[in-house]
């Protein structure tokens, strides 16, 4: 498959079909399902180690109590529950078809885009615009919980990378480049439609 | 006759979002504080004192310009808030306030005489006659217009006014309305900008997804609209949306778009207009990357006098409400 990265087609699922083809190399390193009990400690590690980074965002989010969202990424077979603060803060995989816990709000867009909005590549109000990102629920959470994570200056594969031993940070450094290029792809993608000229209204 | 200039003031509602702004090219960032006295009141949106004090640091070692948006109505029974507001900015270093209230702008004037005062839009104030009064009496040196202004009536009003600075918005947001008179947000939530700092506020608010893939957003008891699948969508303002009357479905106020006067910017440097404005201090670091980007080559390449109409709409058609742009007021040619 070959992509321009500066223009992508809309995300669709050829196109889907076609970056998870070029993942599938890598992919066998994981070696159990997203929602297995490897991936949930390796959500909770990865939960864990951002708020230690960005203690000065989970201050601010302090406000939020108990409450928890379900984010969910719509190009993958499973959800993410997340609790930034309260007693048991967390990150916590749900496998698609299992239910769902309550949750304040559910965030909903392809995970390229999430993952831009997480690192403040794309503005929040834009991809609702663009109807890439689907809200329900209390706003009031939500856009405290946008507000933060916009402050903040999250970098993945810095975040998460760099305690990690130097043949595995190489090597995972590879295949997150590898995945950070179609994530990037795929959030360019995503807000494809929204990237056409727009209708210009004269009175 | 100095050089011609057109200074571009660029919103901030976090501190990553000041830096974005400056990184991009601000000449001037405007904030608020993290409370009722500004109009973009947003849960998680804003700045503390120590915040503000850190951000007019960080914006003056770049050379640039603070102004601290303090342009609600004070409510009766509480105006210490609002004066502390004001005391507090003079405090942090701002190089200018921006009020709408009256006896604000006599409070800042009696209190901090050095301090710079700026009118809010949100005070409405369209006239010579107004614009003077304020002036004489407040000492206000610039006057951020509405948006409900031809291109003309802005240049004839810019020059009727000097040596008061006026400051037009350029992108953002499209409120037609008499800013700080709208009651709409008020009629529905019983909160408004003017008097809480928040239009639709998010505890209103409510998406729905329907079967199809259809969204229902509402506010309060009252159904918004429903975009189809696929469809841009709007802020669930009640000025955006969109109602049956009369046996048609329609925008009954105006259409969910943003405002993009970036072909008007050689028009608005020959007619003395001060600053340029982007609206949207709720919106992300990325977008104020990108607008004030945008923005700062147009107007650079303007005053160099190697402008061209700017091709702004492809490369910032993602931060646009409904994914429309309109010239808005400026290109208004009924009466």
Known sequence: MSLDPTDPPPLSPVLLAGLAARLMPPLPLLGRPLTGPVAARLAQAAFDRLRRRHQGVFDRLAVLGERAFLVDPSDLPVRFLLRPAGARPGLWPIAEGNAAPAAAATLRAPLGALLALLEGRVDGDSLFFSRQLMIEGDMEAVLILRNAVDGADVTLERDLADRLPPRLLSLGRRWYGEIDSLLHLAARAAIQPASQPVTEIRP | ?335
């Open chain 2, 1 to 335: 006759m100095s050089a011609p200039s057109l200074s571009l003031v660029c919103p901030a509602g976090t501190p990553a979002a000041l830096d974005a702004a400056l990184e991009a090219g601000a000449d001037a960032v405007y904030c608020g504080f993290a409370d009722a006295t500004n109009a973009r009141n947003f849960p998680g949106l804003n700045f503390s004192q120590a915040e503000m004090r850190a951000a007019a640091t960080r914006t003056h070692k770049a050379g640039r310009s603070l102004y601290i948006a303090i342009n609600t109505f004070p409510k009766a029974g509480d105006e210490a808030t609002w004066h502390r507001a004001v005391d507090n900015a003079a405090e942090a270093g701002a190089d200018a306030v921006i009020l709408a209230d009256l006896g604000l702008l006599a409070y800042a004037q009696a209190h901090h005489p050095g301090l710079r005062l700026h009118l809010s839009v949100q005070a409405a104030a369209s006239t010579p006659e107004a614009i003077r009064y304020l002036a004489q009496t407040f000492g206000v040196q610039r006057v951020v217009l509405p948006r409900v202004l031809t291109l003309a009536e802005v240049t004839d009003l810019t020059a009727a006014v000097a040596p008061v600075e006026t400051e037009v918005f350029a992108f953002g947001g499209m409120c037609v309305m008499a800013e700080g008179r709208c009651q709409l947000s008020s009629y529905v939530t019983g909160q408004s900008p003017n008097t809480h700092g928040v239009c639709s506020p998010a505890g209103a608010v409510q998406f729905r997804r329907e079967a199809g893939g259809d969204v229902t957003s509402r506010l309060g008891d009252v159904t918004i609209d429903r975009h189809p699948a696929g469809a841009p969508a709007g802020y669930p303002t009640l000025c955006k949306g969109r109602f049956q009357a009369n046996g048609t479905t329609g925008y009954l106020f105006e259409e969910p778009t943003s405002l993009n006067a970036a072909d008007h910017i050689p028009g608005l440097i020959k007619a003395g207009v001060r600053a340029l404005k982007i609206e949207g201090r709720q919106r992300g670091r990325a977008y104020v990357t990108r607008v004030v980007g945008e923005f700062r080559r147009a107007i650079d390449a303007a005053l160099s006098g190697g402008f061209t109409v700017p091709d702004l709409a492809r490369g910032l058609a993602s931060e646009m409400e409904g994914g429309r742009a309109t010239a808005g007021a400026y290109d208004r040619r009924w009466r």
